[in-house]
C-alpha cells in the first residue's frame, strides 16, 4: 500500500496527460470550449457593444468575465463526457484492476478540467488584448481572479462528475451544463441588472455568477469589490462542496 | 496441489445484486501456469466470477484468493499479480497502440516504460498499426491489443473474459494461438466462454457454471465421460460457414 501512495501523483500525471491528448485530439472540444466563447465575445463586442450602456469605458473590459466564465461551464461539459465514455467502455474497470490508487483516475479527470480551462481562460484573454481588454490589475488581483475561476471551474467541475456518472447517455452527460451556460445571460455579465424587469431582475442580482462575474470586473479595474467577493466565494465554495460530497456518493455506489 | 501451485482458490463463493441471487455457492481451484475455462451461457454469473477475482466486485460470502492473497483483505496484492481483459476491449480509443501500451506500462511503473513496447507491438503483430489511433483499428486488432495491454509487466495470472466474443473466425484464431503462447510461458490464464469448441481447444481444466453453481468441472476427458455415450450415425456433414469461410480465405492467401 505504501508503494501504491508514493505513485499517487505519477500515476495522476499519466491521467492527466491521457485526458489532454483526448482534449487536443477533439476538434470538437477545442472549438466548442474556446472558439466558441471568443466568437462570442466579438459578436457581443463588435455587433451588440456599441448599443449597451455600461459602467466600464470599454466594452471588452465589461463583457470579458462573464465570456470567461462560459467558456468553463462548456469546458465542464467535457469532464463530464469523458468521465461517461470511460465509464461506458472497459477502461475504467482495467484502471480498477491494476495496482494504482482509484481514486486517481477520478482526481486525474478533475485536474484535466483544471488545466485545460485554464488554457482556455488564458487563450480567451490574449484575444480579448487584441481587441482592445486593458487591465490596471497588479499582481495580487490577478492572482485573487485566478483563484476566483479556479474555485468556480472545481464547484462546476465536480457537478459534471455527478452528471457524467449518472447519465444513461452520451447526450444526457453533457446536457447538464446548458442551464449553467446560460446562466450568464441572465446576470450583470453582459448588461448592467438595472435595465432588467423585477423578477428578472431579482433573479439576476442574486444568482451566483453577477456576484462572481462583478468580483473579477472590480479585480481586474482595480476597484474595491466590496462584498460580492465574499458572496462569489462563499458560492463558489458552498456549490463545490455539496457537489463533492454528492459526486463520491455517486462514484462509491457506481464503482 | 500445495498452496503454491493453486492460483485460484473460492470456496463457497456467493453474490447476489439486490433481490437477483447470481452465485450460490461457488467451489473451484485453478492450478499455476494452467488454462481454466470458465463455460456458461449469457447471463450465467460468468462475469460477475471474474469481477469478484479481479477485486472490482466484493463477494457476499465465501473465500477467494488469488495468487495466495485473500480478494478481500490484500486487494492490492491481488491487483499487483493479475491483469484483466474484460468484456469490452478495454483500450483507449483517442490514443494509439502505443500509446496505450505505454500508458499500462507507466501505469504499472515499470522502470522503462518504452522498453517493453516494441517487443508487445511486435508479437501481436500491431507494428504497422502501432501509431494509428485504436479507433481506426479492428475487432481482431483491438482485442490483440487488450491483450497485450494485460501482458504489460508480466503479471502471473490473466483474465480473459470472453475475448472471443463478436470475432471474426481468423480473429478468434489468432487469440486462441496468443492465449496458447501465454500458458506456455507460464502464466496462468483463466478464461470465460459461452463456445464449448474455445473451451476444448485451450483448456487444461473446464468447469461449467449453470444457474449460479458449477455443475461439473475436470479435464476435456473427463467432461467427455459425462456426456451421453457416442452413437454411430451415418450423416451427410455440410461444411459450416465458418470451415467455407477459412478455406476460400486460406486459399486466396496462399496465392
Request: glycine share 8%.
Amino acid at each position: 500500500m505504501e508503494t501504491i501512495k508514493n505513485y499517487f501523483f505519477r500515476d495522476m500525471g499519466v491521467m492527466l496527460g491521457r485526458s489532454m491528448r483526448h482534449i487536443l485530439r477533439s476538434m470538437d472540444t477545442i472549438i466548442t470550449v474556446t472558439i466558441m466563447p471568443i466568437v462570442f465575445m466579438l459578436l457581443f463586442v463588435y455587433v451588440f457593444g456599441g448599443a449597451i450602456q455600461t459602467s466600464t469605458d470599454n466594452y471588452v473590459n465589461y463583457l470579458l468575465p462573464g465570456i470567461l466564465l462560459i467558456a468553463i461551464a462548456t469546458g465542464i461539459s467535457y469532464t463530464a463526457y469523458r468521465l461517461f465514455i470511460d465509464m461506458q467502455r472497459g477502461i475504467l474497470e482495467r484502471f480498477h484492476s491494476m495496482p494504482i490508487a482509484r481514486s486517481t483516475v477520478l482526481w486525474g479527470h478533475v485536474l484535466t478540467s483544471l488545466v485545460s480551462n485554464a488554457i482556455s481562460v488564458i487563450i480567451i484573454i490574449l484575444v480579448a488584448v487584441i481587441i482592445g481588454f486593458r487591465s490596471s490589475a497588479g499582481i495580487l488581483s490577478w492572482l485573487s481572479v485566478a483563484c476566483i475561476l479556479s474555485l468556480f471551474t472545481l464547484a462546476l467541475t465536480w457537478i459534471a462528475v455527478i452528471a457524467g456518472l449518472s447519465a444513461k447517455s452520451v447526450d444526457g452527460a453533457s446536457a447538464f451544463s446548458y442551464p449553467i451556460i446560460f446562466l450568464p445571460f441572465i446576470s450583470s455579465a453582459f448588461v448592467p441588472t438595472e435595465s432588467m424587469p423585477g423578477p428578472v431582475r431579482i433573479f439576476a442580482e442574486n444568482q451566483p455568477v453577477t456576484s462572481i462575474v462583478e468580483t473579477i470586473r472590480a479585480l481586474l479595474s482595480n476597484q474595491p469589490a466590496g462584498n460580492d467577493i465574499w458572496i462569489a466565494l462563499a458560492w463558489c465554495v458552498g456549490i463545490m462542496i455539496v457537489a463533492y460530497i454528492f459526486a463520491m456518493r455517486v462514484y462509491k455506489k457506481r464503482v | 496441489m500445495t498452496p503454491n501451485e493453486i492460483a485460484i482458490s473460492v470456496q463457497g463463493l456467493k453474490k447476489s445484486y439486490k433481490n437477483i441471487t447470481v452465485l450460490t455457492g461457488v467451489n473451484f481451484d485453478v492450478k499455476a501456469g494452467s488454462i481454466f475455462a470458465l463455460l456458461g451461457s449469457n447471463g450465467a454469473g460468468k462475469t460477475t466470477i471474474v469481477k469478484i477475482l479481479s477485486t472490482l466486485l466484493k463477494q457476499d460470502s465465501g473465500n477467494v484468493t488469488v495468487n495466495g492473497f485473500d480478494v478481500l483483505l490484500k486487494p492490492g496484492n491481488v491487483r499487483q499479480s493479475i491483469s484483466l481483459t474484460g468484456q469490452f476491449a478495454a483500450v483507449d480509443e483517442v490514443l494509439t497502440g502505443r500509446e496505450n501500451i505505454v500508458m499500462i506500462a507507466k501505469l504499472r511503473h515499470l522502470s522503462n516504460p518504452y522498453q517493453v513496447v516494441d517487443d508487445l507491438l511486435k508479437r501481436f503483430g500491431l507494428t504497422d498499426a502501432a501509431d494509428r489511433r485504436v479507433s481506426t483499428y479492428s475487432g481482431g486488432m483491438h482485442r490483440r491489443l487488450d491483450i497485450a495491454m494485460s501482458l504489460v509487466g508480466k503479471p502471473q495470472l490473466i483474465f480473459l473474459d470472453e475475448p472471443t466474443t463478436g470475432l471474426d473466425p481468423e480473429a478468434r484464431i489468432e487469440v486462441w494461438k496468443i492465449v496458447k503462447e501465454l500458458a506456455g510461458n507460464g502464466t496462468t490464464v483463466f478464461l470465460t466462454t459461452q463456445y464449448l469448441e474455445e473451451a476444448e481447444q485451450l483448456a487444461d481444466r473446464i468447469a461449467i457454471l449453470h444457474k449460479g453453481k458449477i455443475i461439473v468441472s475436470g479435464t476435456l476427458g473427463e467432461l467427455k465421460k459425462l456426456f451421453p455415450p457416442a452413437k454411430v450415425e451415418y450423416i451427410e456433414k455440410q461444411p459450416t460457414l465458418e470451415e467455407i469461410f477459412l478455406a476460400i480465405v486460406g486459399k486466396k492467401e496462399e496465392k
